[in-house]
């Protein structure tokens, strides 16, 4: 009996279409986590002032890293959607869409005629996507608003950092990158809601929020004692020993005793098993108001012995360490490789890449990485004559200065 070839797996998101009118970052990134389970995303940018993160961070012959990840995946064309052709082809766009991810400053899309009201009534079946710094109504609502303001005024930084240092903020996108993902999981929610209801809706995601979400239960011990967290470095408030500690060979690790049989398993290891029967040993938080004793125990114990001695000896007695690592080290680390967490990617422009794989792995659809973040407008005429344009309705637009 011969062999049936084998079909390729539907992607999950097979016929789902996501217009991407975002800029910086957490909207676009949304939209490239629903590229990668197969969503048609359509990433509309100005003619003449494309999404900035095509030059943010470095570039390599004159083509920016940062935009081959956030763009990958998705067809790329140019429209003003304030000019009358740019609103009229929005329209004739939406009609065709799912979902569209915005993150103009509230009121911009109602200034060109291109809010809810018009949109829902070109297409009722709509989930328009709105991404701000602070959402669509309160006193802030109208301020410009970036992740690190809300890194800023959630807390974040409050508790980030050394105990005699400054607050600290992130190197990089954090509240954005949560932001993205909440806003992915708010698009999918919505688009199971639609099929109940058989209507779309408007989604307001204030960046200010989901990084609030994700520093735990602040607000409630603050609510309930009166309690306000401070700034710890690497120690933890709930549990010892946590902390980053250096090698003989100037390595550094990271220790973690959430578990009290870790923690356990650890004061054994570093042989110093009589902390154990220390009536505060037994919670989390006991430990943890003796750090300076368990970090001084652990610290000292590693400090005597190169990464590969200490990892191997955690290893073996069941407790948890890592090694702390720079990007250099997760390209070559075996379990990142087991995973496939770094993808390589062909290129048109430069040829292969590497970066990150899609965000989880499904075993019967998964995701994949079609291709790289393309220049910009590369799609422009592709799409819009899939929407039914002629070539002299596409000239007409380019003469207007609409695309």
Known sequence: M???????????????????????FAGPLAATMLGDFGADVVKIEHPTRPDPS?????????????????????????????????????????TTADVIIENFRPGTLEKWQLGWEELSSANPRLVLTRVTGFGQ???????????????AMSGFASITGEPDGPP?????????????????????TTLAARTVTGRGQVVDMAIIEPILTVLGPQPLWFDQLGYVQTRTGNRSLNNAPR???????????????????????????????????????????????HSEVLDEAVGGWIARRTRAEAMAAFEKAEAAIAPVYDVR??????????LGTIAEVPDPE??????????????????????????????TDAVLTELGLSRADIAALRTQGAL
């Open 2 to 24: 011969t062999a049936q070839p084998t079909r390729p797996a539907p992607s999950p998101l097979q016929g789902l279409r996501v217009l991407d009118l975002a800029t910086l």
């Open 54 to 94: 095509r030059g943010h961070g470095p570039g390599k012959d004159g083509v920016g890293l940062w935009w081959k990840l956030l763009g990958r995946n998705k067809r790329t064309i140019t429209l003003d959607l304030s000019s009358p052709g740019g609103r009229a082809t929005l329209l004739r766009l939406a």
């Open 137 to 151: 109504f309160g006193p802030y609502s109208h301020r410009p608003g970036f992740g690190t303001l809300a890194e």
């Open 168 to 188: 600290t903020l992130p190197p990089f996108g954090l509240a954005d990158s949560i932001a993205a993902l909440a806003t992915s999981y708010a698009v999918m």
């Open 243 to 289: 902390n980053t500690y250096r090698t003989a060979d100037g390595s550094w690790l990271a220790v973690s005793t959430s578990a009290q049989s870790i923690a356990e398993r650890v004061m054994h290891l570093v042989g110093r098993p009589e902390l154990i029967d220390e009536p505060w040993f037994a919670t989390g938080s006991g430990r943890a108001e």
């Open 329 to 338: 080290d997760v390209m070559d680390d075996p379990q990142y490789q087991a």
């Open 350 to 379: 430069l040829g292969p890449l590497r970066m990150q794989n899609v965000l989880f792995r499904l075993s019967e659809t998964p995701g994949a990485i079609r291709w790289a973040g393309r220049p910009h407008g590369a799609d």
